[in-house]
């Protein structure tokens, strides 16, 4: 017999509804994708939480907007901007590289970048760029 898992959560919860309840002082967390969409309510939800959230994003200025925005309606200054392109496996060598050089831990990884349905394209290393950024990027990342 399978034993059915229930959820006081549903379709009509949001992010800042699963975070309520949950103490994330003195915990560091990682978003990719951060600068749009998911990412970004991603990162408000763990902030408002107390974490100290990294937007990882490929756009520097929109990442710049989304901390200033997420900052602002969580009252949390432990908000700052990477840069990360998953298409591209030096930049997570870079970016991890970077992260490491803070000797701070790595207590939440959320892995939310993704592109889909794009034109064929290739990363710098050859392999085909949805699967890179998609799968390879957050691999190497992990």
Not at 8 to 27: C, E, N, P, Q, Y
Not at 73 to 88: H, M, P, W
């Amino acid at each position: 017999m399978v034993e059915r898992v229930t959820s006081r959560f549903g379709h009509g919860s949001t992010a800042m509804d699963v975070v309520a309840s949950i103490d994330l002082h003195g915990k560091n967390a990682i978003v990719t994708g951060a600068a749009s969409g998911i990412g970004v309510e991603t990162a408000r939800a763990l902030a408002a939480a107390g974490a100290a959230v990294t937007l990882a994003v490929r756009n520097r200025e929109k990442g710049e907007a989304v901390a200033r925005d997420v900052r602002a309606t969580t009252r949390s200054d432990a908000v700052r901007v990477e840069d990360l392109d998953l298409g591209e496996l030096g930049s997570v060598r870079r970016f991890a590289d970077r992260v490491l050089a803070t000797g701070a831990p790595v207590h939440i990884l959320i892995n939310n970048a993704g592109i889909m349905a794009c034109p064929l394209g290739r990363t710098p290393e050859g392999f085909e760029l949805q699967f890179g950024t998609n799968y390879l990027g957050h691999f190497l990342l992990a």
